[in-house]
């Protein structure tokens, strides 16, 4: 394998998950295409396998469950265990070639984004889907930071969920190697969701968005039904349900926060409407690149002229309704296709 | 006969309008009294057609009915354009959602509902009761009777379909089909309240040994025992445990809507009977032990099946497993909380009726009332010694004593049975073809057969044959034996723990015969038409469940 430990997104692709993970090869092929995803670059997963074996952190956590020996064990076991390796993984430093490459790629980043020193969102990238999910840290400030960050990412890869799953299913417990993306902090004023079809009817005809004021995860407690509008993909004319929002998530520090939206703008819909004609450009433009409809992610920045504040995170293929079929649905499709047929 | 119901068959107009008429030989053989059968051919027949209807069944909108010499006879409603097929399509999926997402919310509703209607019923003091309030009781009854069709049909076209779907994706998905073992060990050894009945009749066998009284039922016949049992301390206590379990299951009479029969509440001696069945099977058969073993083979099936099941088509083939599950325990619950319960709960009414238009000597006897129909009820009950319904009592009881002996056709019409199981086919009614009608049994000369039928339950015995055509009869069964039968009703549930095999001349695979005969783990070969006329009392017969086939060793 390629001894390279840092790749920006424009370098990866679809196939890349054994490289970078799986959402820094999703991010590098959108951003391949051409889509605006916020600016960043990956941490191979290469890179940490050289970190845990370089620094003896292998070997202590090898020890570590030898100790542990095969008995049975329950989560009070795990949980301990974390802990302690996680501990172990975080006493360890970079090693400093691959520290001075994340520096000139931060420092790169952040000429490119016409920043000093760029807040950026550290995000764990696994090969494979985890449960007890790794951890995120926005607002990384900094090449020191950045590499206590980058650890912590690493280190994140030993919860207590995520070793007992993998004592389940009898994958090596010892490490799991994971990539790293390193991505501009996008300051969200509105955030949400997109399918390029109507993911109720199928409709291939109509976009439909929804979304919120703020980063747009659901309001904890609050009521957050989303406005959603439904685009019509050949007359671009848009039919809105705006509904309250009185609440928002925000950054805060290294996190986010909850905070109240003022008053005036509860009731106003979270997109402009040439904002919305751009996610439809954007929407039509995954279709064919990915050859089908997609559910995506979407964020408007706060802080960026139109249209460069508006970006897409994430995209997947549909699940249309159809697809989406609940079990109910499934068998009284089966009982009216197989049983009330003649 | 018109002075019964509307629904005497006109053998020529009503084969202008239908090609074909089928004998319910599973309910009306052997034939209904007249005031059974029009209530039989009353709500029976409107519930079936408010259940397909309020359930919008795509391809049958019920059936027509008629009587015919006490008998039932019926043709389905095929919906014939496509274009309402579609249209009913769309209604179907609302309909029948609820009861695929939630079948025991919507059924415990039910069941609830129907309890509720009986103890209003029962609360009733019927000695107290005036002629009127006597009167109004009667309406009351036919209420219920009416609610509890709809209640039935729509319910059993529901689940009878999931069923049929789940033996279908069986045979399809796992090429396993209903005469392979795993298909019924998949749906039984489920604890349902009709089994929940015979194990408490086990109980008491058990008791009897205890308290020393067995050798009490070993020596008299089932009325018998109760009178003796008074004489010792031992037997009132058994008498008294006896009487708790008939208060909480003795709602039940020995055939389902034939109101004629005694219920377990006037006389227990079914359930005596039964007692004395189990403590003839000897002091080490456990009911419990066969339960558990049944449970253990249902599980180990199941998770065979499911290994053989891609990922993606788990997550509804599980759904469908455990509704087929329920559908299978819906066949025996049903009997008890709507077939049998009302027509306990009903007789109770019809009899205090019959009692006071005896007195008033409106008729020779209590049990004339079940050669009244209602509007006769109603014309008498309120002043029942200005009429005297005797001779026409007489007639019909001639009349009906006559149909007992006579012979009824399995169809009526311009066209053959094998037409007519098109037609069958074509309405694509679950209840015809899972339980009333069933599929038409294939010859297959070169087995050398007597008889050929269809898997009710898989697996072979061979046995002396006992042709039962009554409850009555069920007294004589020995253990071992095989039993032919017309039919089997849910009040025979207790001799299957005692026979090796059963041989029903019609049924299908949710009829009552298939499920406790799967249940209890013996072979039953169901739709050979003719068993209980072919073979003869004390015959060595073998049976295959596997094949369908019944051979008469002589």
């Known amino acids: 394998m390629e001894e390279k430990w840092t790749y920006w997104f424009e370098e990866l692709g679809k196939d890349a998950i054994w490289v970078a993970g799986k959402k820094c090869a999703n991010l590098g092929e959108m951003a391949r295409a051409g889509l605006p995803v916020p600016p960043g670059f990956a941490i191979s997963i290469r890179a940490y396998e050289r970190f845990v074996e370089e620094t003896g952190a292998a070997q202590e956590i090898r020890d570590y469950f030898r100790d542990l020996g095969d008995g049975p064990k329950n989560i009070l076991v795990y949980e301990k265990a974390s802990r302690e390796i996680r501990e172990i993984v975080q006493s360890k430093a970079i090693p400093p070639d691959i520290q001075e490459t994340v520096a000139q790629y931060y420092q790169a980043l952040s000429e490119r984004c016409g920043a000093s020193d760029l807040p950026v969102a550290v995000r764990s990238s696994g090969p494979v889907s985890m449960p007890g999910q790794f951890d995120t840290y926005l607002n990384v400030i900094g090449v020191e930071e950045l590499n206590g960050k980058i650890v912590e990412c690493w280190a994140s890869t030993f919860t207590s969920q995520a070793i007992a799953f993998r004592a389940q299913k009898g994958m090596p417990v010892e490490s799991s190697p994971i990539g790293v993306a390193i991505q501009r902090v996008v300051n969200a004023k509105s955030a949400g969701v997109g399918f390029t079809i109507h993911p109720t009817t199928g409709d291939w005809s109509k976009m439909v968005v929804e979304g919120l004021w703020g980063m747009g995860e659901a309001v904890v407690g609050g009521a957050t039904t989303p406005d959603r509008f439904v685009i019509d993909k050949e007359t671009s004319s848009v039919e809105k349900s705006v509904s309250a929002k009185p609440k928002q998530v925000v950054l805060k520090g290294k996190g986010t926060g909850i905070e109240d939206v003022p008053t005036e703008k509860q009731n106003v819909p979270c997109l402009e409407d040439g904002e919305l004609q751009r996610l439809l450009e954007l929407g039509k433009m995954l279709e064919k690149h990915y050859g089908g409809p997609q559910d995506l992610e979407w964020v408007v920045a706060r802080d960026l002229p139109f249209p460069a504040n508006v970006f897409l995170v994430q995209t997947r293929p549909v699940t249309t309704a159809k697809e989406k079929h609940t079990t109910t649905d499934t068998i009284i499709d089966l009982m009216l296709g197989n049983v009330f047929k003649r | ?554």
Not at chain 2, 286 to 300: F, H, P, S
Not at chain 2, 363 to 391: K, M, Q, S, T, Y
């Open chain 2, 1 to 554: 006969m018109y002075d019964i119901t509307p629904f005497e068959l006109d053998e020529q107009r009503d084969l202008e309008h239908y090609d074909v008429w089928l004998l319910d030989g599973t309910h009306s053989i052997p034939p209904m009294t007249p005031l059974s059968g029009w209530a039989w051919v009353q709500y029976c027949r409107s519930g079936m057609q408010y259940g397909a209807e309020m359930l919008s069944l795509p391809t049958c909108k019920g059936w027509d009915w008629r009587l015919h010499d006490h008998c039932i006879y019926l043709t389905p409603l095929v919906v014939t354009s496509e274009e309402e097929v579609k249209q009913r399509e769309q209604v179907f999926r609302q309909r029948i959602a609820p009861i695929i997402e939630d079948y025991d919310k919507v059924w415990q509703g039910y069941v609830k509902e129907m309890l509720a209607m009986y103890d209003h019923a029962k609360s009733l003091d019927l000695e107290k009761a005036s002629n009127i309030e006597l009167m109004e009781h009667f309406e009351e009854l036919m209420h219920i009777n009416k609610r509890v069709w709809d209640i039935h049909m729509f319910m059993m076209y529901a689940v009878d379909g999931v069923f049929i779907l789940f033996e279908n994706i069986c045979k399809t998905l796992l090429g396993i089909d209903d005469t392979n073992p795993t298909f019924h060990k998949l749906v039984r050894g489920f604890d349902n309240e009709i089994f929940q009945a015979d194990r408490k009749l086990w109980q008491l066998s058990k008791r009897a040994i205890e308290l020393g009284i067995a050798d009490v039922f070993q020596s008299s016949k089932p009325n018998e025992v109760l009178p003796k049992l008074e004489g010792s301390e031992a037997g009132r206590k058994w008498s008294k445990e006896l009487y708790a379990f008939i208060d909480q299951f003795g709602w039940r009479t020995a055939r389902i809507f034939e109101y004629a029969e005694p219920s377990w509440v006037e006389d227990p001696s079914p359930a005596i009977m039964n007692v004395k069945q189990y403590l003839a099977k000897g002091g080490d058969f456990n009911l419990d032990d066969e339960r558990k073993v049944l449970a253990e083979e249902r599980e180990a099936a199941e998770k065979d099946v499911l290994s053989r099941v891609s990922e993606e088509q788990k997550g509804w083939f599980t759904a469908l497993l455990r509704l087929a599950q329920r559908s299978s325990a819906f066949s025996e619950e049903h009997n008890l909380y709507i077939d049998l319960y009302a027509t306990a709960v009903i007789r109770r009414g019809l009899l205090a009726i019959g009692n006071r238009l005896a007195a008033a000597g409106t008729i020779g006897h209590r049990d004339d009332i079940f050669f009244l129909i209602p509007d006769e009820i109603r014309r008498v009950c309120i002043d029942p010694a200005n009429h005297d319904l005797r001779p026409l009592v007489a007639r019909r009881r001639e009349n009906w004593a006559g149909s007992l002996k006579r012979e009824h056709p399995p169809l009526i019409g311009k066209i053959g049975f094998e037409e007519a199981v098109g037609l069958l086919v074509r309405s694509v009614d679950p209840i015809a073809l899972k339980i009333v009608v069933g599929s038409l049994p294939v010859p297959r000369p070169e087995l050398k057969a007597d008889l050929y039928g269809t898997c009710g339950s898989p697996g072979i015995a061979e046995g002396r044959a006992r042709v039962v055509y009554v409850y009555e009869d069920l007294i004589n069964v020995q253990e071992g034996e095989i039993l032919v039968a017309p039919a089997t009703y849910v009040s025979w549930t207790p001799i299957f723990s005692l026979i090796k095999g059963v041989v029903v001349d019609r049924g299908a695979s949710l009829s009552h015969a298939a499920i406790v005969g799967r249940e209890y783990g013996i072979p039953v070969v169901m739709n050979v038409f003719t068993g209980t006329s072919a073979i003869k009392n004390g015959q060595t017969i073998r049976v295959d469940g596997n094949l369908g086939t019944v051979h008469i060793l002589g």
